[in-house]
């Protein structure tokens, strides 16, 4: 890919016009060349200097301007680089966007959230404080993280490996899920499992099985579906009363 194609490429990124991955008929559907856009993109820019005001960085992409203009509002020091889209209402509390990344309309990027190379966040998501959203762009046609609209991400929790969160999840604190993290629903007579994707409504709390080893039996982590959201109830009311339900929570 020549460099006037990767510049062009990322310059549409910047502006919405392309994404690493978009919903097609309910699926998703990765963008590969431009996956490659952003790695050429890294080959052929130089390290050099910037200053932000009291602060200085030594990087070789720039950062995203003119947030006024986008609508969004951005909290000292929350950094989004160059080549990510930020949706109109989106807030940025002191937290970091990667190129690649599309954020969705009223989004919340809470404290020390970061979202990662290429993940696709839906509107009106909240990321509260902590929450690690991993990056994927190589090999090429590998899906990112999503979080698809509506969903609630709980302090601390991770998403690794192109893990799919349906709209409206509701992913305790402290969970972390990649792509063969069982994600095992409990809510019904028998165990339903899931990996790297969980179900929209679904309410996922950090869990453990036991697994036998040579050295004896010990407890791996997974993740356990525990209630769903109820749409008669906003998330918070929501979250607590399946977590009180199943003894987990105050």
Not at 122 to 144: F, N, Q, S, T, W
């Amino acid at each position: 890919m020549n460099a006037e194609r990767v510049e062009a490429l990322i310059a549409k990124l910047d502006r919405g016009e392309v994404r690493v991955a978009e919903p097609v008929d309910g699926d998703w559907r990765v963008n590969p060349e431009v996956q490659e856009a952003i790695l050429e993109f890294f080959r052929l820019r130089q390290m050099e200097p910037q200053e932000v005001g009291p602060f200085e960085y030594h990087d070789k992409i720039p950062l995203k301007h003119d947030y006024e203009k986008l609508g969004v509002r951005v909290v000292p020091p929350a950094v989004a680089r160059y080549g990510s889209f930020l949706s109109p209402g989106v807030v940025m509390m002191p937290s970091y966007v990667n190129i690649g990344a599309w954020v969705g309309p009223r989004t919340m990027v809470d404290t020390w959230a970061t979202v990662g190379s290429g993940a696709q966040i839906g509107a009106d998501v909240h990321l509260a404080g902590g929450v690690g959203i991993g990056g994927v762009l190589e090999p090429p046609g590998a899906r990112p993280v999503i979080v698809e609209d509506g969903a609630f991400v709980g302090s601390r929790a991770i998403l690794t490996e192109g893990v799919r969160v349906g709209a409206g999840a509701v992913i305790g604190p402290n969970v972390s899920l990649t792509s063969s993290v069982p994600i095992i629903d409990v809510t019904g007579d028998e165990p339903v499992e899931h990996r790297g994707f969980v179900p929209p409504r679904a309410i996922v709390v950090p869990g453990t099985r036991p697994k036998e080893f040579p050295a004896g039996t010990y407890q791996l982590a997974c993740a356990l579906i525990v209630g769903w959201r109820s749409e008669s109830t906003d998330l918070k009311v929501s979250l607590n009363a399946a977590l009180r339900e199943h003894g987990l929570g105050g």
